[in-house]
């Protein structure tokens, strides 16, 4: 993910949800092995109260130039009908939108990671074009040195066809997105499922993992110089899992050259996430899963689609000390 890391980065916060509660979680780690939830493993901030579906999937943070964080999730709830929070199962006939449709994506900006901006964006409503949307996932944010905008990636699918990846331009106050969508990578076979882009840049590369609903299905890798466009499919399957996973999101291993993959295996019970580390983006050392290898989460279990960024030591003591943590 590229990002403006802080002068003196000596943390890393890791972002994520949970299928029970559909809100935000936050976890600290010194060393980037072992992570801790802050608020002993309850949510952060309630996806009753941030989303038009009450509730949050999918979210996505990084820091953006102006020394901000910017956070980015999917307005979801696939167990509102479950929770009473609507008489059915999807907002809109499952025949016609398939799956989890929605139609919004939550942007949320921040200075010190405890006070937070708030908007819900309809993609639907702002882009005429886009009006017959079947779904509006996994946005995530990345800064666009040759704009100098925050460019929005996500997943969209129209009506109930295949889900393809698309980029826009958000607003400066991190409120709405300015742009027509726009495809972002054209999958050689049209009727594949393709979502949960994450772009890192790496030298003068742009790398992109993104999953694909192959046989066998996973995490692909696509490369381009440039941020928005001429993506070059690989059909190398990067994880080494033999179950379905999702969620790429890369992260570097402070004052390294070691780049962290962490993946979503929604395909086993409970879910977990996955890691691979790599210094060339070409060979990938597996180091297991969340507690069963080299990566420890302390006191929760079973995240979902989370995102990983460096901070200093004055941002994440003050975080912990909002939230009566020690750290």
């Known amino acids: 993910m590229l990002q403006t890391t802080p002068a ?14 559909h809100s935000v979680y936050f976890a600290l780690s010194h060393d980037g092995y072992s992570f801790t939830d802050i608020n002993d493993a309850k949510p ?13 999937r999918d979210p996505h943070i990084m820091r953006g130039p102006d020394g901000a964080f910017y956070m980015a999730m999917t307005d979801l709830h ?41 908007a819900i964006f309809r993609v639907d409503q702002a882009f005429p074009e886009m009006a017959d949307i079947g779904c509006a996932w996994a946005p995530e944010t990345i800064y666009d040195e040759a704009t100098g905008k925050l460019m ?17 331009y958000a607003d400066d106050d991190f409120t709405k997105l300015e742009t027509t969508p726009r495809p972002l990578f054209k999958y050689p076979r049209e009727n594949v499922n ?35 466009e001429g993506y070059v499919y690989n059909p190398a399957k990067i994880d080494p899992e033999n179950a379905p996973c999702e969620a ?39 180091i297991g899963h969340f507690n069963n290898g080299a990566m420890k989460a302390t006191n929760f279990a079973s995240p979902k689609h989370g995102a990983i960024i460096p901070v ?15 750290f």
């Open 152 to 168: 929005v990636y996500f997943t969209i699918r129209f009506g109930n066809g295949p889900n393809m990846l698309y980029y826009s």
């Open 8 to 21: 003196d980065p000596s943390a890393y916060l890791f972002v994520y949800f949970k299928d029970d509660t």
């Open 194 to 228: 393709v979502i949960d882009a994450d772009i890192t840049k790496v030298g003068d590369k742009f790398h992109m993992f993104y999953v694909a609903h192959e046989t066998p299905g996973g995490l692909r890798q696509a490369v381009s110089d440039q941020i928005n």
């Open 78 to 118: 696939i167990y509102a009908q479950q929770a009473g929070l609507r008489d059915t199962e999807w907002e809109r006939p499952g025949e016609l939108y398939e799956w989890g449709n929605n139609r919004a994506l939550i942007f949320m900006k921040s200075t010190d990671l405890i006070h937070w901006s708030h």
């Open 248 to 286: 790429p999101n890369v992260w570097r291993r402070l004052d390294t050259d070691t780049y962290v993959l962490m993946y979503d295996i929604f395909g086993i019970e409970p879910h977990n996430f996955g890691f691979s580390e790599t210094t060339d983006f070409v060979h990938f050392k597996d």
């Open 312 to 326: 200093t030591e004055s941002e994440a003591k003050s975080l912990a000390a909002h939230w009566s943590f020690a």
């Open 44 to 56: 952060v901030m309630n996806g009753r109260d941030l989303a038009e579906q009450k509730g949050i």
